[in-house]
Structure formats: structure tokens, C-alpha cells
């Protein structure tokens, strides 16, 4: 089925620790988009990537990191997890800027 | 800096009924916008996507307007069932610059028998 593909779908992490969320789509999209939800504050864009090989810092980068080293993959790691980054994050992609969205299900973190 | 925004935040009808939800932009540059529903603990699934060139697009029960002169976008559901409970999310692309989209709060549907 195709799609995005995120992992773990939950985690609870202490804090210091690192961490690398995963997220893999099978569309051949070219933009990859990682997205943090929390309550009150909506969706916030953390980074981005227009095509493999670059990216971009979004709204709330501080703290994260992310690396496209080709089409399908954009993992985004945690380097030394706070408790400030616990949230539920999504994985998003697109083809270019006229096609629509679309999103994985979703990373719970829980960083204690 | 594009805002968007969505009202109400919460709506809770009787099964049957027609629905409106608002959702309106700041930034009128928009390249489009996009509607979401967002189940309980679950992702974001893409209703249906305006391009700034359309007025409409239509999937169902569901049909979303786009007025970008305004600053807004409409989510019509006719005969809303109890399944059609969730949050719906807009979103819209602003031209300039990177694509970012820019999300409203949403509004919370519930929906009884």
C-alpha cells in the first residue's frame, strides 16, 4: 500500500538520551516534511526537505536534526531529548508544491 | 506571516444535519489549501485540495470552496453521520518561499444519532 511508513509508533525516552524518528514513503515524492502536534499549539513545521540531498529549517528546528540521503527516507533525530519535545510527530510528503499532503500516522513521544 | 483560523473550534449536531466549517486565511498568496480530518490519536487523512485557481472541489458528501480575495475556504458536509465525527484541519500553502503549510486549530465534530 502506498504511503508513509513511520517508526516507532510510540516511545517513552528519558531525557539525555538520543533518539532517531523514522519515516519512509513509497511515492516517490520529492518534499519531506517533519511536523510536531501538541495541544493548544497545533501542527509546527520542524524541518524540510524539497529534494534528497538538501533541507530546511521550519518553525521549531531547535533541538532537531534531519539528513535526506536519497528520495524515500528523512529521519529526524533527536541529539539529547527534553522533556519540551514530548509530542505526537508526523512524517509528511508531496510531489511538488501542487499535489496535496500526505501524512503518516504518527510518532507518540513521551520524554521523561 | 500567513495565520489561519477556524471556526467554531467545536461543533456537536444531530445526525442528518447539514454543516459549515470556516476556515479563513490571513495571507490572501496562497498556492493552495488544503482540508484534513484527523480521527482520535490517529494521522491527518487529505479530504480535498483547492488550488488557487479553483473555486470548488467536491468528494462525496463533502465539498470545499475557496474565495482567495476574502480570505477564506469552506467545508460543506451534507447529511452528517455519526462516523463523520473527527477534527478537520485546514491548511494552506502560501506562494512565497519554501512549502510550508500553515495549519488552522481545527474544528472538533461530533456527531450523535
Known amino acids: 500500500i502506498a504511503g508513509i511508513t513511520q517508526a516507532p509508533t510510540s516511545q517513552i525516552l528519558a531525557a539525555g538520551r538520543r533518539m532517531t524518528l523514522r519515516c519512509t514513503q513509497d511515492m516517490r515524492h520529492n518534499a519531506m516534511y517533519w511536523y510536531r502536534q501538541d495541544l493548544g499549539l497545533g501542527l509546527r513545521l520542524i524541518h524540510y526537505s524539497n529534494t534528497a540531498g538538501t533541507t530546511g529549517k521550519g518553525e521549531v528546528p531547535d533541538g532537531y536534526s534531519v539528513s535526506r540521503a536519497n528520495t524515500d527516507d528523512f529521519p529526524l533525530t533527536l541529539a539529547s531529548a527534553v522533556p519540551s519535545q514530548t509530542s505526537v510527530y508526523f512524517c509528511a510528503s508531496s510531489m511538488d508544491r501542487g499535489q496535496g499532503y500526505t501524512f503518516g500516522s504518527g510518532t507518540r513521544l513521551t520524554v521523561v | 506571516k500567513q495565520e489561519v483560523t477556524q471556526i467554531p473550534a467545536a461543533l456537536s449536531v444531530p445526525e442528518g444535519e447539514n454543516l459549515v466549517l470556516n476556515c479563513s486565511f490571513t495571507?490572501?498568496?496562497?498556492?493552495?489549501l488544503q482540508w484534513f480530518r484527523q480521527d482520535p490519536g490517529k494521522g491527518l487523512t487529505s479530504l480535498l485540495l483547492i488550488q488557487s485557481s479553483q473555486r470548488e472541489q467536491t468528494s462525496g458528501r463533502l465539498n470545499a470552496s475557496l474565495d482567495k480575495s476574502s480570505g477564506r475556504s469552506t467545508l460543506y458536509i451534507a447529511a452528517s453521520q455519526p462516523g463523520d465525527s473527527a477534527t478537520y484541519l485546514c491548511a494552506a500553502l502560501s506562494s512565497g518561499g519554501y512549502n510550508k503549510l500553515i495549519f488552522g486549530a481545527g474544528t472538533r465534530l461530533a456527531v450523535h444519532p
Open positions: 495571507d490572501s498568496a496562497i498556492y493552495n
